[in-house]
Antibody, heavy 121, light 109 residues
């Protein structure tokens, strides 16, 4: 059974750093595309970042230069290092497995339960 | 970057058919995927590709696409279908980014 379990969220002051983790089971993280998607309170979904199976990484403009996506193959775990946090980064952060398709209709088939990050003084 | 536009809210009578739409330039090049999200829960994939349903998704959910518009149709809406629905696609600029629509709140009357 595929499972994704996020952890690492919490209350952090503006300008601070936090690292989120997403422990996967039932499949191999390094063989898949893996993404982070966030949702601010009462708002819609916002894609944040992806790491491809080959290791390439991509970011939304809103987090580029501040967030870093990575993985630990030995732990089958995905990470999101978040630096220089701002109030507008407050959100529930979900990790999701992304299925790539030849026809260009990628989709997110499995999601974690999310972890809440609150940036506030 | 690319934008996907959805109507903020749609309502449907119990047992009737409803279509939720998503517009964006990237949809001319890429299929949309659709997600259902109920309060306090993670999103759930309901439609992907041309018109594919993951295992466990009822066949009353279907997808279609024409030009720059993708649609999610629920035929015979049930009370449990009341939720937020989001479309998603690849950014059309070719820079490997993904985008979500703003979401549609579906109310089943």
């Amino acid at each position: 059974e595929v499972q994704l379990v996020e952890s690492g969220g919490g209350l952090i002051q503006p300008g601070g750093s936090l690292r989120l983790s997403c422990a996967a089971s039932g499949f191999t993280v390094s063989s898949n595309y893996m993404s982070w998607v966030r949702q601010a309170p009462g708002k819609g979904l916002e894609w944040v970042s992806v790491i491809y199976s080959g290791g390439s990484t991509y970011y939304a403009d809103s987090v580029k230069g501040r967030f870093t996506i990575s993985r630990d193959n030995s732990k089958n775990t995905l990470y999101l290092q978040m630096n220089s946090l701002r109030a507008e980064d407050t959100a529930v952060y979900y990790c999701a497995r992304e299925m790539a398709t030849i026809m260009g209709g990628d989709y997110f088939d499995y999601w974690g339960q999310g972890t809440l990050v609150t940036v506030s003084s | 970057s690319s934008e996907l536009t959805q109507d903020p809210a749609v309502s449907v009578a119990l047992g009737q058919t409803v279509r939720i739409t998503c517009q964006g330039d990237s949809l001319r090049s890429y299929y949309a995927s659709w997600y259902q999200q109920k309060p306090g829960q993670a999103p759930v994939l309901v439609i992907y590709g041309k018109n594919n349903r993951p295992s466990g998704i009822p066949d009353r959910f279907s997808g279609s696409s024409s030009g720059n518009t993708a649609s999610l149709t629920i035929t015979g809406a049930q009370a449990e279908d009341e939720a937020d629905y989001y479309c998603n696609s690849r950014d059309s600029s070719g820079n490997h980014l993904a985008v979500f629509g703003g979401g549609t709140k579906l109310t089943v009357l």
